[in-house]
């Protein structure tokens, strides 16, 4: 298994998802049926089979993120991306997920924008963030 999530973050990282094409090719490659590739590809919340925003952007809602309002910032990005968690904004400049525990509890609500890590987020920091990635 393993190997497989290997091999499926390789595709991610060159073409920023995991296309059906792709599956097929590493079917055939690795000897596991697409159905089981296509299992791991969906179950990981990192792994994404269709195409995303330049800007991934992970809330976390954990116990801790959530006591500590990450729903508001959640709905706060939904309105201000005009977007829905799982969706990617019309010009493809961002994506938006809810995400288990990123390990800031200490520094909640919390948020990754790629590998970049945002903590002790409001509605402020989080303008300025947007406005410095557009």
């Known amino acids: 298994m ?6 499926l973050k390789q595709i991610q990282g060159k073409k920023g998802y995991i ?33 995303q925003g330049k800007h991934i952007i992970e809330i976390c809602n954990s116990p801790s993120c959530y006591l500590n309002g990450s ?11 005009k977007i829905k968690s799982g969706q990617t904004t019309e010009d493809k400049r961002f994506s938006l997920y809810i995400c288990s525990c990123i390990g800031c ?16 987020l409001t509605k402020e920091k989080i303008d300025e963030i947007i406005k410095g990635l557009k």
Do not use: R, W
Request: hydrophobic share 40%; net charge positive; glycine share 2%.
């Open 19 to 51: 296309s059906e094409d792709s599956m097929k090719k590493l079917s055939k490659k690795m000897n596991i049926p697409v159905a089981k590739i296509y299992a791991a590809a969906t179950f990981y919340s990192q792994l994404h089979t269709k195409p």
């Open 2 to 7: 393993s190997l497989l999530l290997k091999e």
């Open 105 to 120: 509890c200490d520094k909640a609500p919390a948020m990754k924008i790629g590998k970049e890590v945002y903590t002790s």
């Open 71 to 81: 729903l508001n910032i959640i709905k706060y990005l939904e309105k201000k991306l």
